[in-house]
């Protein structure tokens, strides 16, 4: 009798352990399951987001108007108008958008004493931070001579995808103000932008403010709309044409 007891308790033993081995089994794949379910970390590494990334800076701002045009309107807040319509034709193309100032502010802070360079300094931070597929910064120009004209494309000498893009744009600012624009993308190698962006950069000047027509056109909301379409337009060109170059 004990002996058939002990058999009987050590064989009760056996099934218990089973049967807990085999229920943490089925609780572990549960959890595993939920995990697989609930957390984003796993779903990111898993499916990296697609969408490519753009920064739209507009230049200047606050404290710095940039250039004043001929009638007066201050360079920053044709910028910013044409910036933020870029930025609904990107993101209507799938494309996400980081603005470096979306309002009339600079990127410098209240105790800095040079405001300027604080700025420039916070700005390539903020742009370096996103680690973009490519940066677009948006400017006029302006000349000591009214008949100057046109838009311009700037990109960093060493830069073979500044180089690109910035030619991509250029061509595309061929007949936007109605004029034939003969301009070429230029190679720079001293604005502080294009020497600190680690990202394919180009400087984008719209036009002149110097310039009377030119001006007056920049002032308008269709032509804004116009200059931001091209710019909207070079910017998915170069996107869609990255897989055939190196
Ligand atoms: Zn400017």
């Not at 073979?160 to 070429?184: H, M």
């Amino acid at each position: 009798m004990k002996a058939n007891s002990f058999r009987a308790e050590f064989f009760m033993a056996v099934l218990m352990l089973a049967l807990v081995f085999q229920l943490s089994r089925q609780a572990a794949a549960i959890v595993a399951a939920s995990a697989a379910v609930l957390s984003p970390s796993q779903q990111t590494l898993s499916a990296p987001p697609q969408k490519p990334v753009v920064v739209l800076d507009s230049g200047h701002g606050g404290f710095d108007p940039g250039k004043i045009a001929v009638d007066g309107t201050l360079e920053k807040d044709i910028n910013l108008r044409i910036a933020r319509l870029v930025r609904q034709y990107l993101e209507a193309s799938d494309v996400e958008v980081v603005m470096t100032r979306d309002s009339d502010t600079a990127l410098s802070g209240s105790s800095d004493t040079n405001k300027k360079t604080a700025d420039m300094r916070n700005r390539c931070q903020l742009i370096n931070d996103a680690s973009p597929d490519l940066v677009v910064s948006i400017h006029q120009n302006s000349y000591h001579e009214e008949y100057v004209k046109g838009a311009q494309v700037f990109y960093y000498k060493s830069s073979e995808n500044g180089k690109r893009l910035a030619e991509i744009l250029q061509k595309r600012f061929d007949y936007v103000s109605g004029d034939e624009n003969t301009r070429a993308a230029k190679a720079n190698d001293s604005y502080y932008l294009l020497l600190h962006v680690k990202s394919p950069i180009v400087i984008v000047e719209c036009g002149f403010l110097s310039n009377r027509s030119e001006a007056a056109l920049l002032n308008t909301e269709e032509y804004q709309d116009r200059v931001a379409w091209t710019i909207h337009m070079g910017i998915m060109e170069y996107l869609n044409s990255r897989e055939t170059h190196s």
